[in-house]
């Protein structure tokens, strides 16, 4: 018999279940079943409440049900939800006409997830370089980055646990530690079509990038004609406390490509590539597409997410100040918790001990985060979140870093 039912009556034990029964076991899940959100909360089947603070990996900026979000997904519903990249539909191209005049780049390709986005990216830039020279397909990435999970992302990942499974990859891929200039310097050649790397560096454990390694790349790709592309995916749309990651560093670092997605449509799956005249000329009619990418149902929500972003980013900076000072507390009260990472509400909370003990503990006390890195701690909370919500998660933060790290804990 198939069992259809999703009412609540259906209990979490069989919803656990039916899924390790019949789902690709692709995903390693925390025990924990999500009936509905609201807000900054997510709730259980039993009446649990848990504060999240991952907000589904950094796509739920506005929080859970936001009321312009319900409101634009309502009125688009019954006007237009999908009709084909065969066809002109009045959002997309105002999402593109945002997008550019929030970034200095000119056009935008849009697909349907990180992933597709640094796909559509590596092409752009293996196309450039192709039309300049046979040899020049090279792209120069970052140890420790994460691009996504198809063939091609997993190609400019720097991580060989996502990599070996399904080598041999795309050839021509030369990684770089994060901020070594001098590797970045050696390189980069005249072969390189593209560099690639995140602003902040967000599955790789919440590392920044610095100025002066954005600007030699900067520097780098235009001295070889190479393409300059960001991996805005994780901390792009406003979570470091800017539009970009890449516009704290100043002019001197402005890419030619940036992918974003995550946030852009408040919980709805989008990907977007913004990029230079030049580097979009690559692709001509047929040359990359998607059937779903740029629909109007998701377009017409980025609309609303891009409207409220620019009033949002005054209030991410604030409370971001104000989650930091609150956690610079538990830095000083643990001698194992190390420092703290990352810009905004990008935060990684640096371990000298193994992380991953801590998040099911977190989660027990109703806040979900997650460990990336083996040992540091990541939040990633919604943008709407309060000072009570961030003095709420630091109180449950000291309560389980009190309880030690995994070995001495009980
Ligand atoms: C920086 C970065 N790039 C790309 C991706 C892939 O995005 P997606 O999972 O939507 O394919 C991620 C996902 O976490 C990411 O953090």
Redesign the pocket.
Known sequence: MVMADTSPRFGAEQIVERDHRYVVRSYGRYPLVVRRAEGVYLHGPNGQRYLDFMSG?GVMALGHSHPRVVAAITDQLGTLVHCSNLYYHPNQGAVAERLASLSGLQRTFFCN????A?EAALKIAKGYGRARDEDKHEIVALRDS????TLG?ISVTGQPKYRSPFAPLIPGVRFVAPNDLAALEDAVGENTAGIIF?PIL??GGIVQITAEFAALARQLATASDALLIY?E??CGMGRTGTVFAFQEWGGDSAPDVI?L??PLAAGLPI?AVVCSDSAASVLGPGMHGSTFGGGALACRVALEFLDMLPELLPRIREIASYLRSRLEDLVASHDFVTGLRGRGLMVGIELSVPGSAFVPRCQELGLLINCTAGNVLRLLPPFVIEREHADEAVGILEEALSQGPPDTAS
């Open positions: 990996i997830s990180g992933a597709e640094v994460f691009g996504g999970r992302s995140e967000g599955e991996d995916v994780q992918t997605a995550k990907g």
